[in-house]
């Protein structure tokens, strides 16, 4: 199984580019990389896919080096609302890891 | 687009007592799940079931916890007897398919308390 590795903690400013990267060695050539964010109070919400290179959604962008060892989730001009726990997924494994806790600072 | 319900919303209860959680998926989604989160931890995978099929429950304590989704639509998850290490929220989440690329939708979770 792959090992998942993201900080624990992280701080930002309103307006800011956040970027939060996850380890995951070994992942399967066919394991795509998912993250979930979480309000307190509230289950997991998918926010973005991917595979390889880059993919990029409403909320987010998501890169994956060629070596797919590792994935960072981009969240552009963060918001105070986007204050949350932010989980780096491999969906086979279904193993959430303690995840990132973003504060978005005024 | 209802999205996946879950009950209570909160329980009391003390140890050795049982307790019974319920959940309701999307509509069409033939996959569910029953996750326990331990506060400041991530979601840890109890029991995934494939329509009323268990597909994994390896990490489910059979002495005490028990599931059942038996017409494939909702399921209840059990506690009996309930340990002080019980104590969590309980995520339900389903997905249109066990295949892996598609997005589970959670629910709001039962916080359990147990004293």
């Known amino acids: 199984l792959a090992k998942i590795t993201q900080p624990i903690s992280m701080d930002s400013y309103e307006g800011q580019e956040v970027n939060i990267t996850c380890s995951h060695n070994?992942?399967?050539?066919?394991?795509?990389i998912t993250w979930y964010q979480q309000f307190p109070s509230q289950g997991p919400r998918f926010i973005i896919q991917?595979?390889?290179t880059k993919v990029t959604n409403e909320v987010a962008s998501l890169f994956i080096p060629a070596d797919r060892k590792s994935s960072t989730l981009s969240l552009p001009r963060v918001s105070l609302s986007d204050t949350a726990v932010y989980y780096c997924?491999?969906?086979?494994?279904?193993?959430f890891g303690s995840g990132t806790q973003l504060t978005v600072l005024p | 687009e209802a999205g996946v319900a879950q009950s209570p919303r909160y329980k009391i209860i003390e140890k050795r007592q049982s307790v019974a959680f319920w959940c309701n998926p999307i509509?069409?989604?033939?996959?569910l799940y029953w996750y326990q989160q331990i506060l400041g931890q991530g979601p840890k995978l109890l029991i995934q079931?494939?329509?009323?099929?268990?597909?994994?429950d390896s990490q489910l304590p059979k002495d005490r916890f028990s599931a059942e989704r038996l017409k494939g639509v909702d399921s209840t998850l059990k506690i009996q007897p309930a340990k002080l290490e019980d104590s969590a929220v309980y995520l339900c989440?389903?997905?249109?398919?066990?295949?892996?690329?598609?997005?589970?939708?959670f629910g709001p979770g039962t916080r359990l308390t147990v004293t």
């Open positions: 509509s069409g989604h033939a996959t």
């Open positions: 991917g595979y390889k």
């Open positions: 070994n992942i399967a050539t066919n394991d795509y």
């Open positions: 997924l491999v969906p086979r494994q279904l193993t």
């Open positions: 989440a389903s997905s249109l398919s066990q295949v892996p690329t598609y997005e589970q939708y």
């Open positions: 079931f494939q329509n009323n099929g268990v597909v994994d």
